[in-house]
């Protein structure tokens, strides 16, 4: 698997290195639009309404359009914007996990610690798990900022895109459902009904049946000598590294600077703590602003 992204998580002042990964696929079956008469491909071009030609991706821009009014905005524009050129999660605050409303949660990642970077990711994870809290976070992505949660998946961490609160819709319909009486016995035997099918969820124990269907139909086909396309192997991901400072005073420098307080956590740690710590991890003390994560 392929990295899409790589950046930090801004945990107060710590900074932990991480790699961002699809938690998803499609498992639909691809089609082509055909010309039924010869099988021919049909394809889209990319026509310019003013001179005609066919454009390619390297000549094409970005443009808003309001009262018959054009900006065109470059690639270059695009990604000197401060929040697209950021390559941090910036954790905002942390929540009760049931205050999170499913139908605001999107697409899915995994996130991969840095090798220098495990104990403030592990750090993180148990203390998201411990306290039942979920963290809302802000980053960007596809030159888009986007609000997310982080939340625990296993022994790992997921990042989950969240909507806007402009972008969820209100139903017109809202408030005006009729209503209808419901009998004693009619709630009892859909009580009883829920019960009979009630168990532990297995999402293994459902099918797609359409696309398993429609995968034996195109292998039936294949296996006509119809054609095979092979796809190229993907490059390997570059190795990216991270640099090595002291959890503690990140966490501490990250206390006293919420807090406004001066109490010295670090010192309270025993002999035995600093014993069997696994040696500096990944984070960072810094001084008069949050610390930002270079480009992965």
């Not at 089609?31 to 010869?38: E, F, G, I, K, M």
């Not at 929040?83 to 409303?101: K, M, N, R």
């Not at 139909?217 to 396309?229: H, M, N, S, T, Y």
């Amino acid at each position: 698997m392929r990295s899409m992204w790589a950046g930090a998580i801004a945990f107060g002042l710590v900074n932990v290195p991480v790699k961002l990964y699809t938690a998803a696929s499609s498992h639909d079956v691809p089609l082509h639009q055909v010309h039924h008469a010869d099988g021919g491909r049909i394809r889209y071009q990319r026509r310019c309404e003013t001179c005609g030609e066919i454009v390619g991706y390297e000549h094409i821009d970005k443009a808003y359009e309001a009262d018959g009014r054009r900006v065109v905005l470059t690639e270059a524009e695009l990604e000197a914007l401060p929040a697209e050129a950021a390559h941090e999660i910036q954790v905002l605050q942390f929540v009760p996990s049931e205050q999170i409303d499913p139908l605001t949660l999107g697409t899915a990642y995994y996130l991969e610690p840095d090798k220098k970077a495990a104990k403030p990711y592990l750090l993180l994870r148990s203390t998201l798990e411990q306290t039942a809290r979920t963290a809302v976070v802000k980053y960007a992505l596809r030159q888009r900022t986007r609000l997310g949660v982080l939340r625990v998946r296993g022994d790992l961490m997921v990042l989950q895109s969240l909507l806007w609160a402009d972008e969820v819709r209100e139903p017109e319909f809202a408030g005006q459902v009729p209503t209808a009486p419901v009998t004693a016995a009619e709630q009892a035997m859909a009580n009883l009904l829920v019960a009979q099918l009630s168990e532990d969820f297995d999402p293994s124990m459902y099918v797609d049946d359409y696309q398993v269907q429609l995968r034996e139909l195109v292998e039936a086909r294949l296996a006509a000598d119809e054609g095979v396309i092979t796809a190229e192997p993907a490059p390997a991901p570059a190795a990216t590294g991270g640099e090595v400072i002291d959890l503690m005073a990140a966490l501490q420098a990250s206390l006293e600077r919420k807090r406004g307080g001066s109490r010295d956590w670090a010192a309270e740690t025993t002999a035995a703590d600093r014993a069997t710590a696994d040696g500096p991890a990944a984070g960072r003390a810094a001084e008069g602003g949050e610390h930002r994560a270079t480009r992965g």
